[in-house]
T-cell receptor, first 115, second 113 residues
Framework: AQSVTQLGSHVSVSEGALVLLRCNYS??????LFWYVQYPNQGLQLLLK??????LVKGINGFEAEFKKSETSFHLTKPSAHMSDAAEYFC?????????????FGKGTKLSVIP | EAGVTQSPTHLIKTRGQQATLRCSPI?????VYWYQQALGLGLQFLLW???????NRGNFPPRFSGRQFPNYSSELNVNALELEDSALYLC????????????FGSGTRLTVV
């Protein structure tokens, strides 16, 4: 069984400040890991994903995340927040390899950016 | 390239009625996934269809059902609607059985009154 924990249902940062959204996962097999963003009244957009290889993953809109197996974490960061980053962010996990058809999502973190 | 399209955008139904939600995957994608996003409950996996067959379902009662057509589009049916079925229903598609190709649609907002 897999699970995802996102620490902080709501995070506020000032424009230009570092964005750090935390995600920890539990998985009995090596996972695939994802971050999605959801703007109001829209579906989910993939920001970045880790499947294999380099543990530091770069995504769209200046976001990146690092897979740390020892800490079972996949935190999302962005050096400088922009007003347009205000949205809800979801971390998700799936088992790697055959049968990796289902994503398990965290409960989401709503990011507010203060001008 | 057209993305995943869902219809209708909004749907209002009365308790006890049936709702039908539709999803057209990205061209070439054969797998379709349905998720429910209810307030306070997060995103819950509902159903997975691949090559016209139901491959897996989440922890939802049988009144949630669906199908996938030969053109890989999909339909989600919810029978005997209950107030707690009010949610955003999201459809996603992928090229095959590997999940790292997931693309989501914008969803159907179902409101049960």
């Amino acid at each position: 069984a897999q699970s995802v924990t996102q620490l902080g249902s709501h995070v506020s940062v000032s424009e230009g400040a570092l964005v750090l959204l935390r995600c920890n996962y539990s998985s009995s097999v090596p996972p695939y890991l994802f971050w999605y963003v959801q703007y109001p009244n829209q579906g989910l957009q993939l920001l970045l994903k880790y499947t294999t290889g380099a543990t530091l993953v770069k995504g769209i809109n200046g976001f990146e995340a690092e897979f740390k197996k020892s800490e079972t974490s996949f935190h999302l960061t962005k050096p400088s927040a922009h007003m347009s980053d205000a949205a809800e962010y979801f971390c998700a996990v799936s088992p790697s390899g055959a049968g990796s058809y289902q994503l398990t999502f965290g409960k989401g973190t709503k990011l507010s950016v203060i001008p | 390239e057209a993305g995943v399209t869902q219809s209708p955008t909004h749907l209002i139904k009365t308790r006890g009625q049936q709702a039908t939600l539709r999803c057209s995957p990205i061209s070439g994608h054969t797998s379709v996934y349905w998720y429910q996003q209810a307030l306070g409950l997060g995103l819950q996996f509902l159903l997975w269809y691949d090559e016209g067959e139901e491959r897996n379902r989440g922890n939802f009662p049988p009144r949630f059902s669906g199908r996938q057509f030969p053109n890989y589009s999909s339909e989600l049916n919810v029978n005997a609607l209950e107030l707690e079925d009010s949610a955003l229903y999201l459809c996603a598609s992928s090229p095959g059985r590997e999940v790292y190709g997931y693309t989501f649609g914008s969803g159907t907002r179902l409101t049960v009154v």
